[in-house]
């Protein structure tokens, strides 16, 4: 699986999760620098993008990559691009996130906080408010006994909020789920 994070005006990463012959998941990833960018292009049919680089190099990442609508949020006038018809529809299809708020999703892929809103939807409501509180559980579990949580990271300025998002985690529960499933995990 490909994701884009870190994504500033300066640089972004391209990161790869596979897996080992053990089963263990195994993270790969490479920091870009926009200076070094030739030109980003959607393929004809809009499935895949072209990343390519000024020395040769070039990625092919899915459409439906987590971060891809922030990296063209982020795209300098110095990249090659001729899609910015096809970006500025994408724009004004942009849904809601149910688990951090931000008006952020295209092909269900959260742009911010990287969740999956397949794995969040249910037509049973009962059992979508316990998806997005698992999600809105991981979402802001701190990783050591002593780090206070976070509560303003998933705020993105590339992106409007939804004014009726609201977070369905307590403190109390974050700091639980963070105890059993997160502290002292060994990286
Ligand atoms: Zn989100």
Redesign the pocket.
């Known amino acids: 699986m490909i994701y884009l994070s870190e994504i500033n005006d300066e640089y972004f990463t391209i990161g790869e999760i596979s897996f080992n012959e053990e089963m263990e998941s195994v993270f790969a990833d490479k920091e870009i620098l926009w200076t070094d960018v030739k030109s980003i292009q959607f393929s004809k049919s809009k499935e895949d993008v072209n990343i390519q680089l000024n020395n040769g190099e070039h990625f092919h990442i899915p459409s439906d990559t987590s971060g891809l609508v922030s990296l063209f949020k982020n795209m300098p006038e110095t990249v090659s691009n001729s899609d910015q018809e096809f970006i500025n529809k994408i724009y004004t299809e942009l849904k809601g996130?149910?688990?951090?708020?931000?008006i952020?999703?295209w092909q269900n892929q959260?742009?911010?906080?990287?969740?999956d809103q397949d794995d969040v939807n249910d037509k049973d409501p009962a059992i979508e408010l316990e998806n997005i509180k698992e999600e809105q559980l991981q979402?802001f579990a701190t990783y050591e006994e002593d780090e206070p949580i976070d509560w303003e990271f998933?705020i993105d300025p590339n992106y409007q909020r939804n004014p009726d998002w609201k977070l369905l985690v307590s403190e109390e529960e974050i700091i639980a789920f963070s105890r059993d499933n997160t502290w002292n995990e060994e990286l």
């Open positions: 996130c149910k688990v951090c708020g931000n952020a999703v959260c742009n911010v906080c990287h969740s979402l998933h």
